[in-house]
């Protein structure tokens, strides 16, 4: 069975810092970008990071850029999400997603999200 499974969300005061975890199982990364994204209530997904698999090239929101940083082990088939400095803002559904087109077939999975609160 393929699944993401998210992990390390919690509640923090402004300022501090969680270390989300993103471990993939029925599948690995080897092919795949990984995205996180967020939602907070009232509010659109959004994109927060991601990393390629194949050449380790991130990106980043400018929301996060320079507080978050993401990264991945491929032998744990598991990618992070370090986020230091946090703000009130930063309070959302966080989830991970793996995408790839593998030949002519397209993959696209979802975790089922952890909650990040950061109080003021």
């Known amino acids: 069975e393929v699944q993401l499974v998210e992990s390390g969300g919690g509640l923090v005061q402004a300022g501090g810092s969680l270390r989300l975890s993103c471990a993939a199982s029925?599948?690995?990364?080897?092919?795949?970008?990984i995205g996180w994204f967020r939602q907070a209530p009232g509010k659109e997904r959004e994109g927060v990071s991601c990393?390629?698999?194949?050449?380790?090239?991130?990106y980043y929101a400018d929301s996060v850029k320079g507080r978050f940083t993401i990264s991945g082990d491929n032998a744990k088939n598991t990618v992070y999400l370090q986020m230091n400095s946090l703000k009130p803002d930063d309070t959302a559904l966080y989830y991970c997603?793996?995408?790839?087109?593998?030949?002519?077939?397209?993959?696209?999975?979802w975790g089922q999200g952890t909650q990040v609160t950061v109080s003021s």
């Open positions: 029925g599948f690995t990364f080897d092919d795949y970008a």
């Open positions: 990393i390629s698999s194949i050449h380790g090239s991130t």
């Open positions: 997603n793996a995408n790839a087109w593998i030949g002519f077939v397209g993959y696209d999975y």
